[in-house]
């Protein structure tokens, strides 16, 4: 009886603990989703409002060829970055588990750009690259690379090209760190093993490292990929999805027709639809991301 007594008394215990967070989270996830889901069927400014049914999500699929561009805008971004920045933390987590010396200051350094704020290097990165007076065209006249200075921000490529890499700069830091947590609990005993049998250190890489850290590496670029299909400050921050809009990105494109922002009228009904639409796309994209990756998230057992 005691013993049905202190278990209740755990579970209640418990129960009062994770309310505030439970609590927390449902005030500020499912009660805004629901708002959403509800002014996406007005038409509204954020003041006034009329039913409007589903005609918003008529216009997306119909009419709005400029969310779509958005949209293949985002994933070009998204997938570019990502070919360079997991391999990038993983070759870096690996190199940093091996105990070389000064790892904890190389540890420190290359984990620095994750902790400064995504906007501030939107502004860094647009002027080191600026036309006239940035740093990159002054190193590249000085070496006599170019000719004149590149408005990298005056091409829709050269500007994408300059997003990834401030995208890269700012997110490898925290994957590396999550990489090396993973490294650092393989057991060492099956390196050993393998030494003693001759395995080359590639084979070593793919035939022990990959699959021990398979469900690490499968949650780790599950976040990246939805992160980066989530990007928005870094583009306000620096080019603010010019030229003509050639780098506007999905979730820039909802923010200004919510706030109105950057000369667009404010239309919260229809940015709630296009956010509805959105989350819908990165939820197909994170289901078929993780069927198709499931073998590696279960590699380890």
């Known amino acids: 009886m005691n013993k049905r007594k202190k278990i209740n008394t755990d579970s209640v215990q418990a129960m009062v603990m994770l309310a505030p967070m439970m609590i927390g989270f449902i005030l500020f996830t499912y009660v805004p989703i629901a708002y959403i889901l509800r002014y996406a069927l007005y038409q509204s400014n954020g003041y006034k409002e009329t039913w409007y049914g589903i005609n918003n999500f008529i216009r997306i699929f119909t009419r709005d060829e400029y969310y779509w561009r958005a ?3 985002t994933f070009i971004l998204a997938f570019g970055k990502l070919v360079v920045e997991i391999p990038l933390a993983l070759l870096l987590a690996v190199l940093l588990n091996k105990g070389l010396k000064a790892t904890g200051f190389f ?19 647009s002027l080191m690259f600026s036309a006239y007076n ?47 947590m993973a490294l650092q609990s393989v057991p060492k005993e099956l390196y050993e ?109």
């Not at 740093?135 to 050269?158: E, P, R, T």
């Not at 997110?171 to 990489?179: E, L, P, Q, V």
């Not at 400050?233 to 923010?255: H, R, W």
Request: charged share 10%; hydrophobic share 55%.
């Open 134 to 180: 940035g740093i990159i065209n002054q190193m590249l006249l000085d070496a006599g690379l170019i000719a004149k200075a590149v408005n990298w921000f005056g091409n829709k490529w050269s500007a994408m090209v300059v997003l990834g890499i401030a995208s890269v700069w700012n997110n490898f830091g925290i994957n590396m760190i999550f990489f090396l």
């Open 193 to 301: 093993c393998a030494e003693v049998d001759g395995i080359t250190p590639v084979k070593k890489f793919f035939k022990i490292t990959l699959p021990m850290i398979g469900p690490t590496f499968q949650a780790v670029l599950l976040m990246a990929i939805v992160g980066s299909l989530k990007m928005a400050d870094l583009i306000l921050a620096s080019t603010n999805g010019q030229p003509a809009g050639g780098t506007e990105v999905v979730m820039t494109y909802v923010f200004k027709y919510f706030f109105g922002y950057s000369g667009m009228k404010s239309e919260v009904g229809y940015a709630s639809a296009m956010a509805t639409v959105t989350g819908i796309v990165l939820a197909i994209v994170s289901f078929v991301y993780l069927k198709s990756t499931n073998k590696l998230g279960h590699s380890t057992e």
């Open 71 to 73: 949209i293949g805008n």
């Open 107 to 125: 540890r420190v350094m290359l984990f620095l750009p994750a902790i400064i704020s995504t906007a501030i290097t939107g502004l860094i990165f």
